[in-house]
């Protein structure tokens, strides 16, 4: 009877009996959430009627399907694992934080034949723990079982009660709630163990008395935390608004049209929710505010990948941080995942052995398969690097190319750099200035109202326009100093991307 199950829990706890009672001798449940684990096992082994052990280093060995002492004469690995393969009445038998003993080729050995289990008992061992590396002789043994987060029904029963719990000194027995902020609230605690949960849905509720959209903020910014893996992944709430975004119309209106699709995850049918855009273009010209202002516009966090910092100098590393980091922005949906500079931390090549190939199959595989709200917003200055397997139609909904800016919109870049810097755009030839700014960036424009406004401070003088055209004198852009590479971008990009 599992009637006490949520749905999506008693499908896990059926597919973990079939594979205990189909005599599986190693399972291995890699998740941070071990109480979640023990309980889906209490339930196995109720169905299965086998007794049930927990063993940690700490404490030794004792059975948990039922009321028992702890054995603590079983606290060593090599005499725990004696006593499991002595044993003749079997049962399932949990391995808390098993993984460094496995190190130990003897350890490793009698796991092995127990797991092989030629006397025929009924036994299954299950490796839990955060990080679960087996040796080879281990992995064609084992089954690895992924246990599932909470399901949004046991997140919003547990939100409802923590709100009855809360009390305020004039006895007042429960928090109020904002239904809209509730749904809100319970988007982002999805993929958290019920554990680290409840504990920011109590924050959010015990911080004032009542759970409202005002709780949001401090609540993704804790659950970025808890699953930023490495740091790698830098997270960004308040980001850019379209305002701030000078030119770009048809990336704009492209975005637009997409954003009541992306906010709800639910489309016409036959139409898929947007799934991401690569944006090429000459360095300094804005692509990077074009991801911040993507997620804001989407009114989402934005994640920022540092590729550089994935790489790790042991065999395997660099795609199982990438994996992390895939499946952390997938946890924080909905959400931008802005990857910098792609093409300098997946370009394909033979002098590392092959990782950064392993790592190209890792992103594409991800970008092919994901059904989470994260819009990937991939950046690259050098398309010549980048491989054909990622730029192939399909892989993104769109490759824009982000060109120099023209006149309008160096005007327009101008008077946002003024008046960020609190002055009155209307006071300077913006359109001048405008003109005499031929083949210059955004980054290079700001460049020279900043090394002005110097200028100014240094002579005691009120900035003018004066000022910035001799800054703008004195600066030799990229479209200068790089003439040719530059003229190619833009010659490959004027057939092959949508102009930005």
């Not at 749904?183 to 409202?212: E, P, W």
């Not at 997409?258 to 692509?287: H, I, N, W, Y």
């Not at 895939?326 to 090549?349: N, R, Y």
């Not at 050098?382 to 490759?399: H, M, N, Q, S, Y």
Request: hydrophobic share 45%.
């Amino acid at each position: 009877m599992m009637s006490d199950l949520p749905r999506a829990l008693a499908a896990q706890k059926h597919e973990l009996a079939v594979h205990v009672r189909a005599s599986v001798g190693l399972v291995v449940i890699e998740s941070r959430d071990e109480p979640r684990a023990i309980d889906l096992l209490r339930h196995v082994s109720r169905e299965l009627m086998q007794p049930l052990f927990f063993w940690s280093a700490a404490r030794g060995m004792s059975r948990i399907d039922r009321q028992s002492g702890i054995d603590g004469s079983f606290d060593q690995p090599l005499a725990l694992l004696r006593h499991i393969d002595q044993r003749r009445d079997g049962g399932i038998f949990v391995l808390a934080d098993f993984q460094p003993y496995l190190e130990d080729p003897v350890v490793a050995r009698l796991v092995r034949e127990i797991v092989r289990n030629e006397g025929r008992v009924a036994r299954t061992l299950v490796l839990t723990g955060a990080e679960i590396r087996l040796p080879e002789a281990l992995r064609a043994k084992a089954v690895r079982f992924e246990l599932s987060p909470p399901a949004r029904s046991e997140l919003e029963a547990m939100v409802r009660r923590q709100a009855r719990a809360w009390r305020d000194g004039r006895g007042k027995v429960q928090a109020p709630i904002d239904e809209n902020a509730l749904k809100a609230l319970v988007d982002n605690l999805a993929g958290l163990t019920m554990k680290d949960a409840r504990r920011l849905a109590r924050n959010a509720i015990y911080d004032d008395g009542i759970l409202d959209h005002a709780d949001l903020p401090a609540l993704m910014k804790a659950k970025f935390e808890l699953l930023n893996p490495g740091g790698v992944l830098a997270f960004e709430l308040e980001t850019e608004r379209f305002a701030n975004l000078a030119g770009m119309p048809n990336l704009k209106r492209w975005l637009e049209q997409r954003t009541a699709m992306f906010r709800s995850g639910e489309g016409p049918p036959g139409l898929d929710p947007p799934k991401g855009m690569l944006l090429l273009g000459v360095q300094g010209c804005g692509k990077s505010l074009a991801a911040r202002a993507a997620a804001g516009h989407f009114e989402v966090p934005l994640l920022h990948l540092d590729c550089g910092a994935l790489y790790n100098r042991f065999h395997g590393e660099s795609e199982r941080n990438m994996r992390r980091s895939l499946a952390a922005a997938e946890q924080m949906a909905p959400c931008v995942l802005w990857v910098d500079e792609i093409e300098k931390g997946l370009a394909t090549g033979d002098n590392d052995g092959g990782t950064s190939r392993r790592m190209l199959a890792t992103l594409l595989t991800w970008m092919a398969e994901r059904k989470s709200r994260v819009f990937l917003v991939a950046t690259a200055n050098d398309i010549t690097a980048l491989p054909p397997e990622l730029v192939r139609k399909g892989r993104f909904d769109e490759i824009f190319f982000v060109d120099l800016p023209d006149a309008a919109t160096r005007a327009e870049i101008l008077r946002i750099h003024l008046r960020r810097r609190e002055l009155k755009p209307e006071l300077y030839d913006v359109e001048q200035l405008a003109e005499c700014t031929r083949g210059f960036s955004g980054a290079e424009l700001e460049h020279a109202v900043v090394s002005a406004m110097y200028t100014a401070h240094a002579e005691g003088e009120v900035l003018t326009n004066a000022h910035i055209l001799d800054a703008v004198r004195e600066t030799r852009p990229l479209s200068v100093v790089m003439a040719e590479p530059v003229a190619a971008l833009r010659d490959w990009a004027l057939e092959r991307a949508v102009m930005a």
